[in-house]
């Protein structure tokens, strides 16, 4: 799923809601979704209640942004790989400052080959407000580029803990979340 609008035109933001968005491969940004700029213009969009699982791409295999207004709100983005950015990779926002938010969301079980299997932000010196997610199981860390995991997990409600989903297995795959789930 590929996003770009133009934040200028007085429409509403697109909005990307509840599916399931599995096994694709980008060759460059974005294996599940990518939300960008359109010319100079970043876009405006909304991206929630989505499971984003096993896509792969050089940079972000679930997710990538770049210069954008996107809010990424209760997604679960597990098992994708990358090179980089496994789970989200997060590029600067020049036209978009401190426009980029992420909450509430599950980014699990990512790999990347080069750096941070869960998030890689380019973003600085405009990174993202991250709230509310849970960073768990990504490989080789959860947090790399302009953040660490140390200036991420801890604050704003974030946490790298086991969501215990019933089941990550293939033929009986169910990533809904056990009654005792932090």
Request: charged share 10%.
């Amino acid at each position: 799923v590929a996003v770009y609008t133009n934040n200028a035109v007085p429409l509403p933001r697109t909005v990307v809601t509840r599916n399931q968005i599995t096994g694709n491969a980008a060759a460059d940004y974005g294996g599940g979704i990518t939300s960008g700029w359109l010319y100079t213009y970043p876009s405006a969009s909304r991206i929630e209640d989505n499971l984003i699982e096993q896509n792969n791409a050089s940079e972000g295999g679930g997710a990538s942004t770049d210069d954008t207004f996107a809010e990424i709100v209760n997604n679960t983005i597990v098992d994708n790989t990358a090179a980089g950015g496994a789970g989200v990779s997060i590029w600067d926002n020049p036209h978009a400052p401190n426009g980029l938010k992420l909450s509430n969301n599950l980014i699990t079980h990512n790999v990347a080959s080069l750096s941070s299997g869960g998030m890689y932000v380019h973003a600085a010196p405009n990174n993202p407000t991250i709230k509310k997610t849970d960073l768990f199981g990504n490989a080789p860390t959860q947090v790399a580029g302009s953040m660490t995991d140390a200036q991420v997990i801890g604050v704003n409600g974030n946490i790298s803990a086991d969501p215990l989903y019933v089941s990550r297995q293939m033929g009986n795959r169910n990533l809904r979340v056990q009654a005792a789930s932090p």
